[in-house]
């Protein structure tokens, strides 16, 4: 476990879902800080570290983006799209966390450059171990230059 | 015929004057100058008459050039009759008689005894030899006279045959050369003369000039092989007959036209010509013509020599006797109109076929005679009673303006005369009475006139059932769109039902996990928010699945549209929504003289709800919130609805996705989301079309969409 500040961006429209995802990455100590949007122009906005966000005191880029695709105004696979054609912002590695197991979603998601696509289980429990897991992979086990 | 009745009274005369000669003249006054003459020998005077009868009788054409004279001379010897007596006193008178006549005497008059000495001769005779006196001529021989030998031996031989044999010598033509070389042609008749005893004591020679006569024979033959040469070589067939219908003439033309020669059918009856079968018929017709009647152009048939039959036209005239009266030939000619039968029948047959043509054509067919001004009807189709209602043989000769209502003629005329002068065919469509006719129009000149020719089909049938197949067609393709559509709706329906009904199960089954881990953990102070959530969660179901049926329900089930005023129907939703509108201080405005519409109106009513509650969803934080409803009027039949709020706004990107099922611009305002996608199916549903003008951002938003108003769209739904 790496003794650096981890930070997430969670863009999620269902407050509830939001929540079951901080509760469990908060659980386990995954994250240090988990910021949330709640439709793709407010991720692309804080990600473009402008607009509502910018005027925070401490603007953080986010070690990992989780991203819905149903997203209002515009939808993830677009926000996927811009950022991963964003030469400052591809490199963060983006997994989709989505409730949709629609192959097309699926499919478009991957040739968008997602790094990793997962359906959102019904099951607590399950829910649970997989953002656990997610967390881990992520932010501890993966190595990365930043 | 002139030069022959010349002739026949000519010939006339010369019997008159010879009958005249022989009682008086011969009778009595040669008879005693011959008895001087010759004394002793009364025989001569019987021959002397014999001889000038005989001769006179020979000379038909000279007697008109004596007649005169000798009527003078015949009135002279009556006057001397008187006067005469049969004494011999009177004789010197006689004598003196004799010598008139013989000096009056147009031609010559000579007589030579046995040894072929001139016994005298006149005074006619000697001036040919120039002397001056008869009397000179007595006593000399022909060599004495003319100094051609040959000649004088010529004469005489003649003379010498004559008395030795004793018989006349008549017509005899000689040449005699007079003085000053002029050659004169005589016809000469020789008569022996003889005494009591029956003996030849000489010879008389009376001749007459007939230099002119055969100068005018020569002529006339001439003349005659000329007529003859016109007859036989003239290109139209020619043919003569007599009264008893046997030919005498037959030209060359005429050869060639019944095959037959001229030896074959000269002297035969002229039925020769004509096929057995007509034979009795044709002669009936021909004979007519001895009725003084002449054919003018009759058709009578001939048979040619091979058989073959020959239609031709006769036209005779008939050649009259010296009376004036009898029919003494008839000349026909013809004229062989068999090619021209023969085209004719040919174009009869055509005429037939095109009789035939006309009548049973289930094309209508016209032709017309075409000016710049008008034109008019040369023949049709039976079946054109069916345009005019006028049967097809009356409108012959009617005019377009006759026969077709005046605007339409017009179209006709002008049309004509255009095709007429650029000489195109034209191919059009016409409109008649409702009927669709399609027209093909051709001009042609038929003799000195102008034609439109042409041929018109009604495709009326033929016309409705294209438009009904291209109507099936475009129906075909508009349900083909439209299923296609339905089918990525329905995907997307899919797909978002997948999406957005797992959400609040997710919700749900999360927190109920959450709760048990809570419970065993003994943490309690989340219990009541996240109890809260799965309620909240399970009530946003209810109504998803609420929505859904009733998205589905929109498309399957219509009312029946009924007509009914948008102003009303506008303030009734406003009444419903008087709570939100009360409570959002929403200043409302409905334009006056909203129209009548056809359609459903429940569905309507929907609309108007999910807009008006749209607007005042999104004008609650403005100051002083105002929604319009009115309708834009954009021509007749293109009314365009409005709903206008002073909101916040769409930005433009947004336009299209905010009807898209359950997608919501903000996430965190009320509602599924299905609203506006409630609200696009029905306008679509009836015909209209929805769209979202706003300029931006706190611009405020219009919703603006369309209906089929008209009753008829209605019904079709």
């Known amino acids: 476990m790496s003794g650096e500040p981890l930070v997430i961006l969670l863009v999620e429209d269902n407050p509830d879902h939001a929540e079951l995802v901080k509760r469990n990455l908060e659980d386990f100590r995954v994250a240090n800080t988990i910021y949330h949007v709640e439709d793709g122009e407010a991720a692309l906005v804080y990600l473009r570290e402008c607009g509502t966000y910018a005027s925070k005191s401490k603007f953080i880029r986010p070690d990992l983006i989780l991203l819905d695709l149903r997203l209002p105004r515009i939808d993830g696979l677009e926000v996927l799209k811009q950022i991963k054609s964003d030469a400052k912002l591809q490199s963060i590695p983006v997994v989709i966390l989505t409730s949709s197991d629609a192959e097309r979603d699926m499919a478009m998601a991957y040739e968008y450059h997602a790094n990793s696509y997962i ?28 | 015929m002139g030069y022959l009745n010349k002739i026949n009274s000519v010939n006339a005369v010369r019997r008159i004057v010879a009958a005249i000669l022989i009682s008086i003249v011969v009778n009595e006054l040669v008879t005693t100058m011959l008895l001087r003459s010759f004394p002793g020998h009364s025989g001569v005077v019987e021959t002397l008459l014999d001889g000038l009868l005989l001769f006179l009788s020979s000379f038909p054409i000279i007697f008109i050039f004596v007649y005169r004279p000798l009527k003078h001379f015949v009135k002279v010897v009556e006057e001397e009759k008187e006067k005469i007596t049969l004494s011999e006193s009177d004789l010197r008178q006689s004598d003196q ?145 007599d009264p008893s219908l046997l030919i005498t003439r037959f030209n060359d033309a005429f050869e060639e036209l019944s095959g037959y020669q001229y030896g074959e059918v000269i002297g035969k009856n002229l039925d020769i010509l004509f096929p057995d079968k007509h034979k009795e018929v044709s002669i009936d017709i021909i004979k007519k013509t001895g009725s003084g009647n002449n054919l003018k152009t009759v058709e009578i048939m001939i048979q040619r020599k091979d058989g073959e039959l020959r239609s031709v036209i006769w036209n005779t005239a008939n050649v009259l006797a010296d009376d004036g009266v009898t029919i003494a030939a008839t000349i026909a000619q013809g004229q062989d109109i068999t090619d021209q039968k023969d085209a004719e029948e040919a174009l009869r047959e055509q ?150 009904l797992k959400s609040p199960l997710i919700t749900i089954k999360g927190y109920s996990g959450g709760l048990l881990r809570d419970l065993s953990n003994g ?39 009924t007509k009914f005023s948008m102003g009303e129907l506008t303030h009734d939703v406003i009444s419903l929504l008087s709570g939100p509108i009360t409570k959002c201080n929403a200043n409302i405005v409905v334009q006056e003289g909203l129209p009548d519409i056809y359609a459903d109106r429940t569905r309507m009513h929907e609309v108007i709800q999910n807009l008006v509650e749209n607007a005042l969803k999104f004008t609650g934080e403005r100051p002083e919130p105002t929604i319009e409803i009115g309708l834009r009027k954009n021509g007749v039949s293109n009314q365009i609805f409005f709903i206008r709020d002073n909101g916040k706004g769409i930005d433009p990107r947004y336009h299209e996705t905010v009807f898209g099922l359950f997608n919501k611009l903000d996430a965190s305002t009320e509602g599924t989301g299905i609203g506006l996608a409630l609200v696009r199916r029905i306008i679509e549903v009836h015909g209209g079309r929805i769209w979202v003008e706003s300029e931006g951002i706190n611009r405020g938003t219009t919703f603006c969409f369309t209906l089929q108003t008209n009753e008829q769209n209605g019904k079709e739904q």
């Open chain 1, 119 to 146: 359906t959102k289980p019904v099951d607590f429990d399950n829910l649970a171990n997989l953002l656990k897991d997610l967390g881990y992979y992520w932010l501890a086990w993966n190595k990365r230059p930043w």
């Open chain 2, 97 to 241: 008689m004799l010598k008139i006549v013989l000096e009056n005497f147009p031609g010559v008059v000579f007589w030579k005894d046995r040894e072929l000495k001139y016994g005298g001769a006149n005074q006619g005779f000697a001036g040919m030899f120039g002397h001056s006196r008869a009397s000179d001529i007595a006593g000399k021989t022909d060599y004495d006279l003319m100094s051609d030998v040959q000649a004088a031996d010529k004469f005489r031989a003649v003379d010498s045959e004559v008395m030795n044999s004793g018989i006349p010598k008549l017509n005899v033509l000689e040449q005699v050369k007079a003085v000053g070389g002029r050659v004169i042609w005589f016809d000469t008749n020789k008569i022996p003369l003889r005494d009591e005893e029956g003996n030849v004591i000489g010879v008389l020679g009376v001749s007459l000039d007939v230099t002119e006569r055969l100068k005018e024979e020569e002529k006339l033959r001439e003349t005659s092989q000329y007529l003859d040469k016109l007859f036989r070589n003239a290109n139209a067939p020619i043919i003569t007959w």
């Open chain 2, 351 to 500: 005429n037939d076929l095109l009789v035939l043509l006309l009548k049973y054509s289930p094309v209508n067919i016209f032709i017309k005679e075409v000016s710049t001004k008008e034109n008019r009807v040369l023949n049709v189709s039976d079946n054109f009673h069916e345009l005019t209602g006028i049967p097809s043989a009356q409108m012959i000769g009617k005019t377009m303006h006759e026969l077709f209502p005046s605007d339409f003629a017009d179209m006709i005329v002008v049309d004509d005369w255009t095709i007429f002068t650029n000489g195109n065919v034209l191919n059009i469509e016409e409109t008649l009475n409702g009927r669709i006719y399609n027209t093909i129009k051709f001009p042609f000149i038929l003799g000195d006139k102008k034609i439109i020719g042409g041929f018109s089909i009604d495709i009326t049938e033929r016309k409705k059932a294209v438009t009904q197949i291209e109507e099936t067609v475009k129906k075909l393709e508009l349900s083909k769109e439209e299923l296609r559509q339905k089918n990525t709706e329905l995907e997307q329906f899919t797909y978002t039902v997948s999406h957005d």
């Open chain 2, 523 to 561: 943490r309690h102070d989340r219990f009541e928010s996240d109890l809260k959530r799965i309620a909240v969660a399970a009530d946003k179901m209810t109504s998803l699945l609420e929505n859904l049926l009733e998205l589905s329900r929109i498309g399957r089930i219509v009312n029946p549209p």
